[in-house]
């Protein structure tokens, strides 16, 4: 089967086997504040000005933010998607290096910055510090098997919601193109319609997505293997 067949199939059935986890819907926000970091990211690079971001109970998120240029905001608009299936990627790659320790205090110092001086609406804020106190009680435990089992399930959501994200955008973009969110955005700003932006991000974060499960299945370090299974001799 086309590796990339493959690679669709697996993300549709990480999508049904993530929801069936308590608790999951929690962590789909992971995925909402990378992207809404993204753009921030982006902006602060532009010499820009970040007011704010407000994440919702619904996943969906928002960055206000200021540039001097109107296009600026093109990258800007770009950013969202594209650094969230990065994000995935990141951690799928430190997953295949043993580094799980080190994507769970990534994501945990990520978390706290935006605390500290982007997330400014009360759901943000509470999220941010529950996902803060979860995943630094989680880094830290003496359980090898439970820091694993945390890191895939934020991994894998992460990489799942990077995908259909944009492919809930091309549904909009056919449907209501002025309420597709980046991609109305996009158009607004090229004259090049939602619909060509929407599928765009597709295509990015599908190529993203294959990277990913290519780092998920390439054998992992000997080192990172002989010291899991001393550490369950131990226990």
């Not at 590796?3 to 789909?28: C, D, E, H, N, Q």
């Not at 780092?215 to 299974?229: A, G, I, M, N, Y």
């Amino acid at each position: 089967m086309n590796r990339w067949w493959k690679t669709i199939l697996f993300i549709v059935g990480a999508a049904v086997l993530t929801r069936f986890i308590p608790f999951s819907s929690f962590f789909r926000s992971v995925d909402t504040l990378i992207h809404e970091f993204g753009h921030a990211l982006m902006t602060l690079l532009l010499s820009g000005k970040v007011w704010y971001i407000h994440l919702f109970a619904d996943h969906s998120g928002v960055t206000y933010s200021s540039a001097a240029h109107a296009w600026q905001f093109i990258p800007i608009a770009l950013a969202g998607y594209l650094t969230s299936a990065l994000f995935a990627m990141l951690l799928f790659f430190l997953y295949s290096r043993g580094r799980t320790q080190v994507g769970l205090i990534v994501l945990t110092v990520l978390t706290a910055v935006c605390l500290l001086f982007f997330l400014r609406n009360s759901f943000g804020v509470t999220w941010g510090i529950g996902f803060i106190l979860l995943s630094g009680a989680v880094c830290f435990a003496p359980w090898r098997w439970l820091q694993e089992f945390y890191y895939l399930l934020v991994a894998f959501i992460c990489l799942v919601e990077s995908v259909l994200s944009p492919l809930i955008l091309v549904m909009l973009s056919v449907q209501s193109p002025s309420q597709a969110g980046d991609a109305a955005n996009l158009a607004r700003m090229t004259a090049i319609p939602a619909l060509f932006w929407s599928l765009l991000f597709v295509l990015a974060t599908i190529a993203c997505a294959r990277v990913s499960m290519s780092l998920f299945f390439k054998p992992r370090p000997v080192r990172e293997q002989v010291r899991t299974s001393a550490w369950h001799q131990r226990n």
